[in-house]
């Protein structure tokens, strides 16, 4: 882990399932810390660059994004000082594996999205255990829970990770069309408005905010 005291924090998205929503959650952290009047950026290290492209595409995004294929800068980056968050956006493939370790070990915490099906059981295993063999902090994210379906979803999710060790924030975000919808319409979720908008944001929000609890922990050695 790099040093926490005089840089900005780096926050490695990471899941080894492709599909979690991992760019939908560094989009919509970055959205959240502009909503605040925060400075943050996306590093995207995939070399795809799919979140770079979806970024720049954004007429006002209000946070900065760069395409980095080299995971050791992240340390430079963050030197700069110049952000309140640097959200690591991390390849989902298995020949990604490489890149995840090195990136993990950049950063600061590790954010895992997570959604509870059968597909996703062994890479969010494989995954969380990257994470703590970097000894890096980490939580997953219950992600696309189905609000209408009653508590259950959750209470499902956060058994399986219960049972694999792994840690999760008590924040959560919930299923809306509004995800691939605000991206279509080359908006941020805080940006774009339509149905359910403000419960995306309030999702997103809750979040950000566990997360940076989080690092404050980390800031005072605990
Ligand atoms: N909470 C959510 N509700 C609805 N759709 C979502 C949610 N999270 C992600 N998605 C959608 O799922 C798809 C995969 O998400 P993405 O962020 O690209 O995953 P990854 O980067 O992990 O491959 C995208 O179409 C995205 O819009
Ligand atoms: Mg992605």
Same mark, same amino acid.
């Given at each position: 882990? #790099?040093?926490?005291?005089?840089?900005?924090?780096?926050?490695?998205?990471?899941?080894?399932? %492709?599909?979690? %929503?991992?760019?939908?959650?560094?989009?919509?952290?970055?959205?959240?810390?502009?909503?605040?009047?925060?400075?943050?950026?996306?590093? !995207?290290?995939?070399?795809?660059?799919?979140?770079?492209?979806?970024?720049?595409?954004?007429?006002?995004?209000?946070?900065?994004?760069?395409?980095?294929?080299? #995971?050791?800068?992240?340390?430079?980056?963050?030197?700069?000082?110049?952000?309140?968050? &640097?959200?690591?956006?991390?390849?989902?493939?298995?020949?990604?594996?490489?890149?995840?370790?090195?990136?993990?070990?950049?950063?600061?915490?590790?954010?895992?999205?997570?959604?509870?099906?059968?597909?996703?059981?062994? #890479?969010?295993?494989?995954?969380?255990?990257?994470?703590?063999?970097? %000894?890096?902090?980490?939580?997953?994210?219950?992600?696309?829970?189905?609000?209408?379906?009653?508590?259950?979803?959750?209470?499902?999710?956060?058994?399986?990770?219960?049972?694999?060790?792994?840690?999760?924030?008590?924040?959560?975000?919930?299923?809306?069309?509004?995800?691939?919808?605000?991206?279509?319409?080359?908006?941020?979720?805080?940006?774009?408005?339509?149905?359910?908008?403000?419960?995306?944001?309030? !999702? &997103?929000?809750?979040?950000?905010?566990?997360?940076?609890?989080?690092?404050?922990?980390?800031?005072? %050695?605990?």
């Amino acid at each position: 882990m #790099p040093d926490t005291g005089a840089a900005s924090w780096i926050v490695a998205v990471c899941s080894q399932k %492709g599909g979690a %929503g991992k760019s939908t959650l560094v989009m919509s952290l970055a959205a959240a810390v502009a909503d605040s009047a925060g400075r943050a950026l996306v590093v !995207d290290v995939d070399p795809q660059a799919s979140t770079a492209d979806e970024v720049d595409k954004m007429a006002n995004p209000g946070f900065d994004v760069v395409h980095e294929l080299d #995971p050791a800068r992240l340390s430079q980056l963050s030197r700069v000082r110049e952000y309140d968050l &640097i959200l690591v956006d991390t390849p989902g493939s298995l020949e990604g594996r490489d890149v995840l370790k090195q990136v993990v070990d950049n950063s600061h915490f590790a954010l895992l999205p997570y959604v509870d099906e059968p597909f996703s059981y062994d #890479p969010t295993q494989r995954t969380a255990q990257v994470v703590q063999e970097a %000894g890096v902090p980490h939580a997953a994210v219950v992600n696309r829970i189905d609000s209408r379906a009653g508590a259950d979803g959750l209470t499902e999710a956060r058994e399986r990770l219960d049972e694999w060790g792994v840690p999760y924030f008590a924040s959560f975000i919930r299923q809306y069309v509004g995800y691939p919808k605000s991206l279509a319409a080359n908006k941020t979720v805080y940006q774009w408005r339509g149905k359910y908008s403000a419960h995306m944001r309030e !999702d &997103i929000s809750r979040v950000q905010a566990e997360l940076q609890r989080a690092l404050g922990r980390i800031a005072s %050695g605990g």
